[in-house]
């Protein structure tokens, strides 16, 4: 077992560390699994330590900006500006790419940290490698979940049936056995299922509110330390127009942009609308041309600062993805949620069941329907009343800093 060297003095809640670590961070090229991490990697580098971030190229930059070292690695999976239908449409279409990848990538990691190798390592969900490298160089691994996570009783009403008819099937199969292969080449006896489900040591980076039956969420491996959002002064500034009584903001994230359609009727929803003005993100897939006359209470961007806009806002039109939906939430924003893909849609039935937000699926987000919700949700006291206590409730669960506490308490935790 690996013993860190003594040259500094860290005081913690539950304890003294003697020494600055070298913590590896592990992630893959999406801005919705990185930009989770960055506040936590940037304090933990404030306090002494030495962090590296394994990290595919396109996210370089942004990684050295937190005051990580990058490990740089080359990955096969869709880059963050891909066409979204390069994700394919059925479960399978969706978890074998990350398999695929994993394995193409642990030869490259192992080689990258030759020599080099971390007194701990914190790892995105989808970063199979993580474990398997942790698990080689017995050092130990956390998780730094940027969204839901298993509770006790989840494999029954949610996975197993969810993998009910995949695993029937030949190509199902074979992803087990590959997966399990692979992770008995490493010394991994794990199932695969628990190996990428069920983590030893989890901070859940999203507040406990977004959590489904938190009740039932083990609380010796996984810490709800809410939000670690920092400061967003870098991505820019947005200032409210002058006239603008209320404004609304629409954005599906960086991942499901590709909506035309949807945003025409929001075009429609807020033309004209008294008092209101609407900011439109529609990504890189979409030609603003495709949306028709754009009237002048609408501001259509590529990309938008969203935190900085979401402070002035009076109503967020959202995928629910899980940092849009905690910047909601943290914001005290109203939401319209319209999910696109995988967690969002259950996102966006915990907002509408905090009584925050309401959830209209694709298919029916008319412009009527999208205006008179939007209506409604702005002007109600008691929504506002909701979305204020839910703000308070984030507050008191640690952030960043809470996060990095917990990290440094497992560096000081005793090894068997």
């Known amino acids: ?187 991994i006896t794990q199932h695969p299922d628990p190996f990428a489900g069920r983590p030893d040591r989890s901070l859940v980076l999203i507040p406990r509110a977004l959590q489904p039956n938190a009740d039932r969420v083990d609380e010796k491996a996984y810490t709800f330390v809410g939000a670690c959002q920092g400061d967003r002064t870098a991505e820019g500034d947005w200032q409210r127009p002058e006239g603008a009584e209320k404004v609304a903001l629409v954005s599906l994230g960086s991942s499901f942009t590709k909506q035309p359609a949807f945003y025409r009727e929001c075009v429609r929803a807020f033309a004209g609308l008294p008092g209101w003005h609407l900011v439109l993100q529609v990504g890189r897939h979409v030609d603003p041309a495709e949306l028709g006359d754009i009237p002048p209470n609408v501001e259509v961007r590529t990309w938008v600062p969203q935190l900085a806009i979401l402070k002035q806002a009076d109503l967020f039109v959202t995928h629910a993805g899980a940092g849009g939906s905690q910047e909601g939430l943290a914001t005290a924003t109203p939401m319209i949620a319209v999910p696109q893909a995988v967690d969002q849609f259950g996102n966006a039935d915990m907002l509408q069941s905090l009584g925050v937000a309401r959830h209209i699926p694709t298919e029916e987000a008319t412009a009527e329907t999208l205006r008179a919700a939007a209506l409604t949700l702005a002007d109600d006291p008691e929504v506002a009343r909701r979305l204020k206590a839910i703000q308070a409730e984030m507050a008191q669960e640690g952030g960043t800093k809470r996060a990095a506490d917990l990290i440094e308490a497992e560096l000081l935790a005793p090894r068997g």
């Open 1 to 187: 077992m690996k013993v860190c060297c003594t040259r500094r003095i860290v005081s913690i809640g539950v304890g003294v560390m003697t020494s600055p670590a070298h913590i590896a961070m592990f992630s893959i090229a999406a801005h919705g699994h990185v930009n989770p991490s960055l506040e936590v990697i940037r304090e933990l580098v404030a306090r002494g330590h030495r962090v590296t971030y394994a990290i595919p190229p396109a996210f370089a930059e942004k990684v050295a900006g937190s005051g990580a070292e990058p490990k740089l690695w080359n990955s096969t999976l869709p880059g963050p500006d891909a066409d979204p239908e390069a994700w394919g449409s059925t479960l399978l279409d969706n978890v074998e790419p990350f398999l695929a990848d994993a394995i193409q990538a642990l030869p490259q990691l192992i080689e990258a940290y030759e020599g080099d190798e971390p007194d701990l390592v914190l790892h995105d969900i989808t970063s199979y490698p993580a474990r398997v490298l942790a698990h080689r160089w017995g050092v130990p691994a956390i998780s730094l979940s940027p969204n839901l996570v298993a509770w006790e009783g989840y494999e029954e009403e949610v996975a197993e049936p969810m993998w009910a008819e995949p695993k029937k099937s030949e190509r199902g199969q074979a992803y087990y056995r590959r997966f399990g292969t692979w992770l008995e080449e490493n010394g």
